[in-house]
């Protein structure tokens, strides 16, 4: 067996077995890693290099600054300002659904439906209404959002990181507009979507008090992270982890002024709680396997069958990067995929003579709204099932899908249209 198939071997066994063992996939990530390092196919010396460190630096200090601010009281506020503006229950999940997707522009997504699903909670008790419908919303627009901004999901970080590009590059790129208004725009054909779901909700609503404020200053710190990072887009030569380290940055000065101001350990221990070391474990081993299949010529293997399967047709294989990704990360968690496809789609954009924008773009739009077709596509909606379940409702595969699928065809299918335009 040659280095190459072997190679393929290993990579198609570490994909099943992160597929068969969700829970422990990056324990499967980091022991695929080990083992291409012992067969030699990535050099120990190589190992380093393979990681991308400015993506998981950006990774653990979002999540670090994204608990303060929870932990803040602010998200709540906002939801209850917002919801003292609406007539009924209808605009209530308008509204509330929309906040949820502005929120998760800048924050993780399961974090988004941690902090907005009480809020929901709360209304539908008050209105003697299942929470179902609503917290399904919140999750799948949750995720649509997540791939308008930089910092607005693991994909997006991934991406941007992959791609070299820059917090305003999602929003202006090479003089055109970026993934941002494609998301954007299928953001706003999804209220009509919304509005037809919850029709028959007309009851009145109102909110008795708003929740108070504990702290502002993560509020100002998650500001300043986007600030700093859009003008860190306009440094033309900085070291690759400079995003990263401004993340790191701001979350350690929100630790350290949160020690002082508490005299406690408790905003260390919060903060640390809540960054998700498991996926920066899957992460740091995912590169590594992908440095090592990309070393054995398998992502060039791929990507070549793939270009021979489209008939090197630019338009045909936009079309099966966004709608393969969309039925893919139905079933399969979209972050192995991602970080699998990006190298995969910069070669065939070479060997297409493409633009590699329009496939990236395409990749992260299918990718990232594809797991909204099923209750499991997507860890926002297996958190929101999971908090529904526990204040006692079931949540059927019926009940979601009649959400999931026409909000995910509906956005995609904009998102799909607006990037082909502008890009192709």
């Known amino acids: 067996m040659n280095e190459t198939t072997l190679a ?3 990579f198609f066994i570490t994909y099943m077995l992160m597929i068969a063992f969700q829970s422990w996939r990056f324990l499967v990530a980091a022991g695929s890693a080990c083992i291409f390092v012992t067969l030699g196919m990535m050099p120990l010396s190589q190992v380093a290099d393979a990681i991308d460190w400015n993506v998981l630096l950006m990774l653990a200090g979002t999540m670090g600054t994204v608990a303060l601010f929870i932990d803040s009281k602010m998200p709540s506020r906002i939801a209850d300002l917002l919801l003292s503006k609406c007539r009924n229950a209808q605009w209530a999940a ?5 906040f949820a997707g502005a929120v998760s522009a800048f924050v993780d997504n399961v974090a988004t439906v941690l902090m907005i699903a009480p809020v929901a909670l709360a209304i539908c008790k008050k209105l003697n209404t299942s929470p179902v419908p ?8 949750s995720n649509l959002q997540g791939a308008a901004t930089l910092v607005g999901d693991t994909t997006s970080i991934m991406l941007g990181g992959y791609a070299h590009l820059s917090f305003l590059d999602f929003f202006v790129l090479q003089g055109r507009a970026g993934i941002f208004w494609a998301v954007e725009l299928g953001a706003i054909a999804t209220v009509p979507v919304i509005m037809i779901l919850f029709r028959r909700d007309k009851e ?3 909110v008795p008090a708003l929740t108070p404020v504990k702290d502002f200053f993560p509020t100002y710190l998650l500001l300043c992270t986007v600030l700093l990072l859009i003008c860190a887009s306009f440094v033309p030569e900085k070291p690759d982890i400079t995003n990263g380290v401004i993340c790191m940055a701001l979350c350690i000065v929100g630790i350290v002024r949160g020690l002082i101001r508490e005299r406690s350990l408790r905003v260390l221990m919060t903060a640390l709680r809540e960054i998700d070391y498991a996926t920066l474990i899957l992460l740091a081993g995912l590169f590594v396997v992908i440095g090592g299949i990309t070393n054995a010529g398998v992502v060039d293997l791929i990507a070549a069958q793939i270009v021979r399967f489209g008939g090197n047709n630019p338009f045909l294989m936009y079309t099966m990067i966004v709608w393969g990704s969309v039925l893919i990360s139905a079933f399969v968690d979209n972050i192995p995929y991602v970080a699998t496809m990006l190298p995969v789609v910069s070669s ?3 060997m297409m003579n493409t633009n590699p924008i329009l496939l990236y773009f395409g990749l992260l739009t299918g990718a990232t709204l594809g797991g909204n077709l099923t209750p499991i596509g997507a860890s926002a909606n297996i ?3 999971g908090i529904l379940n ?3 409702y079931q949540v059927t595969g019926r009940d ?3 959400i999931g699928v026409p909000f995910t065809l509906t956005a995609v299918t904009v998102g799909y249209l607006f990037n082909w335009f502008l890009w192709s």
């Open 383 to 385: 958190a929101a099932i």
């Open 390 to 392: 526990r204040a006692g």
């Open 8 to 10: 393929l071997v290993l």
């Open 94 to 98: 308008v509204s509330i659904s929309l």
């Open 348 to 350: 065939i954009a070479a």
């Open 400 to 402: 979601f899908m009649r």
């Open 134 to 141: 609503m917290l399904i919303t919140i999750s799948v627009s």
């Open 204 to 206: 009145p609503i109102s």
